[in-house]
């Protein structure tokens, strides 16, 4: 079944877009909830004079998505986050999270247009940014714990370790 969305919806098409979609899915969710339409051949007609008439106002949102997508280009987040012994999350860092710190920075992000695989470890993930159907922005995340201990330089470590040997060496033997 052939349907007109007229909402952008992540993970199946953007606004205007016609998309083929499963009987069900198309008429008890789709259309019922108003996010699309059938594309019967007038709705395809009334489309494309739509699309026609628009051209200038889809550019405008285009270039405002561009210039959105701008400010993140450089943006590499650092979440902490509380993590078990194992290196396993309390709970997990996904959008929202994403777009929380995003709007920490100044950056404010509708977190439906996140998209991100839940990170449930400390680790390297990326989180895409979907401001227009042709403008995305990967931005790297990194999870790290919150509650680690934080790391000794291996300077300080060196510059121990023979203190502590000459202790041993002048302590007596117990007989």
Known sequence: MDIILKEDIIGLGYKNDIVNVKNGYGRNYLISKGLGVIASPSARKVLAENLRQQASKLAAQ???????AEALQNVALVIAAKVAVTGH????????????ELAKLGI???????????????GDYEAVVHFHKEVEVKVPVKVVAENAPEPVAVEETLAEAPVAEAAAEEAPAAE
């Open 108 to 122: 404010e992000v509708d977190r439906k247009i996140v998209t991100m695989r839940d990170a449930r470890k400390v």
């Open 89 to 100: 999350l309390y709970g997990s860092v996904n959008a929202a999270t994403v777009a929380d």
């Open 62 to 68: 285009k270039a405002e998505a561009e210039k959105r």
